[in-house]
């Protein structure tokens, strides 16, 4: 065939599989990519999403394995947002791509070939590329999706919670920014959040007081809080005002603690608010810079600045590029082992200093930061532990 007139075919079967899978419910996902495979003669196609606590990539397409994050092939590919390839038994290739929307990445594509060259690399990395984009599209209103990346019951003030939670990772070309938590299937009031406002990344931790439905609706609604106040354009002390306000005025009897930060990404000056908190941690240039933005402590939210007795502080503080900003909950550093050890403070920051210098992305990091607590206390977590890390890294001149 004309090698025109197979771009141009190959062009018409994209164009074809946009559409269908734009039309296609989440459920028939799978057999859209799986019959555009075959006609492009790329033989099997099956796509996996990676659980919510990044163990697992569980197949779309029921009848296949689960697959182990830290041990397998695909897994590799997940981990390091690279193709990863191996031969199989009757001498063809089995090709392993990243699904990934950004910063964030959702699992991978498998798909098996005769043979790749430089083209077929090409398109079967724009699939993969559309495929992101479409799962993260129809997640928002798929159960199906949300099934498929859950591994057992998730419990009711969980799911309220969750309900509210941005995606696991966000970024542009000048900063990323990534969240975990634990208890995946069991929160009580731990929730994070960030976004973008034009030049600005906006990044949150909250710790609702106790362990149980209340505390959920107590960090839900400082949440929401925080979100009506940016997108009405508010300065970071009328936000911060306007969760105290929200929680007085619904939730008299509920607080929560919570740090509130934002980066202007064109010059690095961080500005944050500490309600409560335990302060954000600076690592820079590979070691922990101590107490850097540790400033006098301030009551939790849920006090107007009447019964608080002080107004609420903005601080700032210029960052280097490259430095990492770490924002935590109490449950991370005081999770404790069966000797009653504490993870601890030290523990936390080496293990985040040994990730960067190792070259790990910020997800990356925290994804294993977060077993490694749990594996402390034997995945029985006596409190909610969550983290969120991001890392300007603005491009040279």
């Given at each position: 065939?004309?090698r025109?007139v197979?771009?141009g075919?190959?062009?018409?079967?994209?164009?074809?599989?946009v559409?269908?899978?734009?039309?296609?419910?989440?459920?028939?996902l799978p057999?859209?990519l799986?019959?555009y495979a075959?006609?492009m003669?790329?033989?099997?196609a099956v796509?996996?999403?990676v659980?919510?606590?990044?163990r697992?990539?569980?197949?779309f397409?029921e009848?296949?394995p689960?697959?182990e994050?830290?041990?397998?092939l695909?897994?590799?590919?997940?981990?390091?947002d690279?193709l990863r390839?191996?031969e199989t038994?009757?001498g063809?290739?089995?090709v392993?791509l990243?699904l990934?929307?950004g910063?964030?990445?959702l699992?991978?594509?498998?798909?098996?070939m005769s043979t790749?060259?430089g083209?077929?690399?090409r398109?079967c990395?724009?699939?993969a590329?559309?495929?992101?984009?479409?799962?993260?599209?129809?997640?928002?209103?798929s159960?199906?999706i949300?099934q498929?990346?859950?591994?057992?019951?998730?419990h009711?003030p969980?799911e309220?919670?969750?309900?509210?939670?941005?995606?696991?990772?966000i970024?542009?070309?000048?900063?990323?920014?990534?969240?975990?938590?634990?208890?995946a299937y069991?929160?009580g009031g731990?929730a994070?959040?960030?976004?973008?406002?034009?030049?600005?990344?906006h990044?949150a931790?909250?710790?609702?007081m106790?362990h149980?439905?209340?505390s959920?609706?107590?960090?839900?609604v400082?949440?929401a809080?925080?979100?009506?106040?940016?997108?009405?354009g508010?300065?970071l002390?009328?936000?911060?005002?306007?969760?105290?306000e929200?929680l007085?005025?619904?939730?008299?009897e509920?607080f929560?603690?919570?740090?509130?930060?934002?980066?202007h990404?064109p010059?690095?000056v961080?500005r944050w608010?500490?309600?409560?908190?335990?302060?954000?941690?600076?690592?820079?240039?590979?070691?922990?810079?101590?107490?850097?933005?540790?400033?006098?402590p301030?009551?939790?939210?849920g006090?107007?600045a009447g019964l608080?007795?002080?107004?609420?502080?903005?601080?700032?503080?210029?960052l280097?590029?490259?430095?990492r900003?770490?924002?935590y909950t109490?449950?991370v550093?005081e999770?404790?082992?069966e000797t009653?050890e504490e993870?601890?403070l030290?523990r936390?920051?080496?293990y985040?200093?040994?990730s960067t210098?190792a070259?790990?992305?910020?997800?990356?990091a925290?994804?294993l930061?977060?077993?490694a607590?749990?594996?402390?206390q034997?995945?029985?977590?006596?409190?909610d532990?969550?983290?969120l890390?991001?890392?300007?890294?603005?491009?040279?001149p």
């Amino acid at each position: 065939m004309d090698r025109n007139v197979s771009v141009g075919f190959d062009e018409r079967l994209l164009d074809e599989l946009v559409r269908a899978a734009q039309l296609a419910s989440p459920a028939e996902l799978p057999e859209v990519l799986d019959r555009y495979a075959h006609a492009m003669g790329w033989g099997r196609a099956v796509v996996y999403l990676v659980d919510i606590q990044q163990r697992l990539l569980v197949p779309f397409t029921e009848g296949e394995p689960e697959l182990e994050l830290d041990t397998s092939l695909a897994g590799w590919a997940y981990r390091t947002d690279s193709l990863r390839m191996e031969e199989t038994p009757s001498g063809g290739l089995k090709v392993w791509l990243p699904l990934a929307d950004g910063a964030e990445l959702l699992g991978v594509v498998e798909l098996n070939m005769s043979t790749l060259d430089g083209l077929k690399l090409r398109r079967c990395r724009t699939v993969a590329l559309l495929l992101a984009q479409i799962i993260t599209s129809k997640r928002t209103y798929s159960d199906t999706i949300a099934q498929r990346m859950r591994t057992r019951p998730m419990h009711l003030p969980t799911e309220m919670v969750r309900a509210f939670l941005p995606p696991r990772s966000i970024g542009t070309g000048q900063v990323v920014s990534t969240g975990v938590l634990e208890p995946a299937y069991e929160l009580g009031g731990d929730a994070f959040d960030h976004a973008f406002t034009e030049d600005v990344l906006h990044a949150a931790v909250l710790d609702g007081m106790g362990h149980d439905l209340a505390s959920g609706l107590a960090t839900s609604v400082a949440m929401a809080g925080c979100r009506n106040a940016r997108r009405s354009g508010a300065d970071l002390t009328t936000l911060v005002g306007t969760m105290d306000e929200a929680l007085a005025t619904w939730l008299p009897e509920q607080f929560c603690t919570g740090v509130f930060t934002q980066l202007h990404m064109p010059t690095g000056v961080l500005r944050w608010s500490n309600c409560g908190h335990p302060p954000p941690l600076l690592i820079r240039r590979h070691r922990l810079l101590q107490d850097a933005l540790e400033r006098p402590p301030e009551p939790p939210l849920g006090l107007p600045a009447g019964l608080a007795g002080t107004a609420r502080q903005v601080h700032d503080v210029g960052l280097e590029p490259g430095d990492r900003i770490v924002l935590y909950t109490d449950g991370v550093v005081e999770s404790r082992d069966e000797t009653g050890e504490e993870f601890g403070l030290e523990r936390f920051t080496e293990y985040i200093i040994r990730s960067t210098a190792a070259g790990q992305s910020a997800p990356e990091a925290l994804r294993l930061l977060i077993l490694a607590i749990l594996e402390h206390q034997h995945n029985e977590l006596s409190d909610d532990a969550t983290i969120l890390m991001f890392e300007w890294q603005p491009p040279g001149p």
